[in-house]
């Protein structure tokens, strides 16, 4: 079980500052969706916490197994194999290896080693289209597809947190019911702590539990109970008019 | 008849030939084919291999057993070189293609300018008990100082290639190049793997050093006369693959027996370049080149 900390972050690439101030919190066994149109930031959060960028100053610290950690000192596959997975925008799969080496590559790493047959039978399980198309090209993969295979990697590394990035993005409608539905279903089973950045929020805030709206590089918007708010609502704050 | 003989023995001494070739090539195949670095010093390490195996061959060991010795050695001089190739280059953002290839230019002067000095320019050559003996079928006959190497070739090649597709740090290591992102996201360092890959392909300099110095006697700039070769070979092969190393490297050796049969030996030297040039423009993805 673990939670992630945000505190008081600023971030930005060379003079531009894309993140003022950023304070959140993912609690353990939590799904939290972190709301914003293009732009807004949402993809600098995510990749400060997973060690891609460097920010400019605050806090982010990991709590887990009784100990905290601060990640700001830690490269990125270190952030991994402290139980932190990644499904990333552009979903970043490996071309040239097939759908079952993607997999054995994240199973394989330091963390979930000991698990790779019980996490690799628990992913073809889950997704069977992915048994299906083991031997295959990730690249040769459908769009939605390639997002089962980027959720299902991140499992095989035994996670206790998965940071999401628009899991939605480019799949037809209907797809995305089901890519959502699949990450409410992981989360419940594996008992994950997730924070899934959006900008379709219709499916996002049926699934979690809390959501923050990011607007110019801010949270201008925390909705405790996601079951309780109106979508025009949501819709307004995301537009800067709530 | 004569003809059928002549092109019988041609197309084994090619067989032979390529597959010593692949294990020359071989390295490059990991530096060039997986880790995309245009390591045109590689041949030249090659023959250093030559030299580390003719030293300890001079003391008695048998140069095979000598090439797999060295071959420890030369994996942490590529990992030290890589470092210093990624500290000066990659890391800062400036590793364009044609720096790189001026880095490794150097080296490889470096590297004969070296054997010069430590050793002179005469020809080296070692003992072992099987030069100077052939074997004889019907009317071919091979000597076993190209047998013996080229035998080396295909077992190196298949442990290479188990490697490559069974362990992590293999897939790993075909990963690298084109999604460093990904491996960092699975809980692996990338600078950690391509070091580790860049050492490989330097214990594999050791291995064909060992065999091209069984082959026949050696001088500081032999390698030179493998740089087109090499790159013609993997690129044929396609970029990442390992078996179709062997199989690339062989019709390159059968094509120059050919030509050296029936033409003339002194256009045996064109014929990678041609099969390089052919490949690129009808071919650019190699024979068996992963897709993209
Ligand atoms: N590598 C970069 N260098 C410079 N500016 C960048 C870089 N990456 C993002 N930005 C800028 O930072 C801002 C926030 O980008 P970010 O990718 O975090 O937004 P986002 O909310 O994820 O958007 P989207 O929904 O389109 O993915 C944008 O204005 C973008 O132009
Ligand atoms: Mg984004």
């Known amino acids: 079980m673990s939670r992630i900390i945000v505190d008081r972050l600023v971030a930005g690439y060379g003079a531009v500052t894309v993140l003022r101030d950023i304070s959140l919190e993912v609690g353990a066994g939590e799904l939290v969706a972190l709301l914003g149109v293009n732009g807004n930031g949402k993809s600098t959060l995510l990749n400060c916490i997973l060690g891609f960028i460097r920010p400019r100053s605050g806090r982010i610290v990991l709590e887990t197994q009784g100990r905290t950690v601060d990640l700001l000192t830690r490269s990125p596959h270190e952030i991994t194999n402290l139980g932190i997975a990644s499904v990333p925008e552009g979903r970043r799969l490996v071309p040239n290896l097939t759908v079952e080496e993607n997999l054995l590559l994240a199973g394989g790493g330091p963390r979930g080693r000991k698990d790779i047959a019980a996490n690799l039978a628990f992913c073809f399980e889950t997704f069977p289209i992915l048994a299906e198309r083991r031997r295959q090209y990730s690249s040769t993969l459908s769009g939605g597809q390639q997002q089962l295979l980027a959720i299902a990697r991140a499992l095989m590394t035994s996670p206790e947190a998965i940071v999401i990035d628009e899991p939605s993005v480019g799949l037809a409608p209907i797809v995305v019911g089901q890519v959502i539905a699949a990450i409410r279903a992981l989360q419940e089973a594996r008992n994950l702590t997730i924070l899934m950045a959006e900008q379709s929020f219709f499916q996002a805030i049926e699934v979690a539990s809390r959501a923050y709206v990011l607007s110019h590089g801010k949270i201008i918007r925390e909705f405790d109970q996601t079951s309780a708010v109106g979508d025009a609502e949501i819709r307004n704050a995301m537009m800067g008019v709530g | ?292």
């Open chain 2, 1 to 292: 008849m004569l003809i059928l003989d002549l092109g019988l023995n041609a197309l084994v001494t090619g067989v032979v030939l390529g597959s010593i070739y692949a294990l020359v090539a071989l390295g490059l195949a990991i530096t060039f084919g997986l880790l995309h670095i245009p390591n045109v010093a590689h041949p030249a390490m090659v023959i250093g291999g030559s030299y580390a195996v003719a030293i300890s061959n001079s003391y008695g060991m048998d140069p095979l057993v000598a090439g797999v010795l060295w071959a420890i050695p030369f994996y942490a001089l590529g990992v030290i070189l890589y470092e210093f190739y990624s500290r000066s280059f990659e890391s800062r953002g400036r590793g364009n293609t044609l720096q790189s290839l001026t880095l490794f230019f150097g080296i490889s002067l470096i590297i004969e300018v070296g054997l010069v000095v430590a050793f002179g320019t005469d020809l080296r050559s070692i003992r072992a008990g099987y030069i100077g003996h052939s074997l004889t079928v019907g009317f071919i006959v091979m000597p076993y100082r190209f047998l013996i190497p080229a035998a080396l070739a295909p077992v190196v090649i298949f442990l290479l290639w188990l490697y490559m597709t069974r362990t992590n740090t293999g897939l790993a290591i075909r990963a690298v190049a084109y999604e460093e992102r990904a491996l960092q996201i699975c809980g692996l360092d990338p600078a950690a793997i391509k070091r580790h890959a860049f050492g490989i392909a330097m214990a594999m300099a050791a291995l064909a050093g060992a065999a091209l110095v069984i082959t026949g006697p050696i001088d500081p700039f032999a390698g030179r006369a493998h740089i087109g070769r090499v790159f013609a070979v993997v690129v044929l092969a396609g970029m990442g693959t390992i078996p179709g190393t062997l199989v690339a490297a062989i019709l390159i050796g059968v094509a120059e027996s050919f030509v050296m049969t029936f033409l003339s030996p002194s256009w045996a030297p064109g014929v990678a370049f041609a099969i390089l040039l052919a490949t690129l423009g009808l071919r650019p993805n190699g024979l068996f080149g992963a897709l993209r």
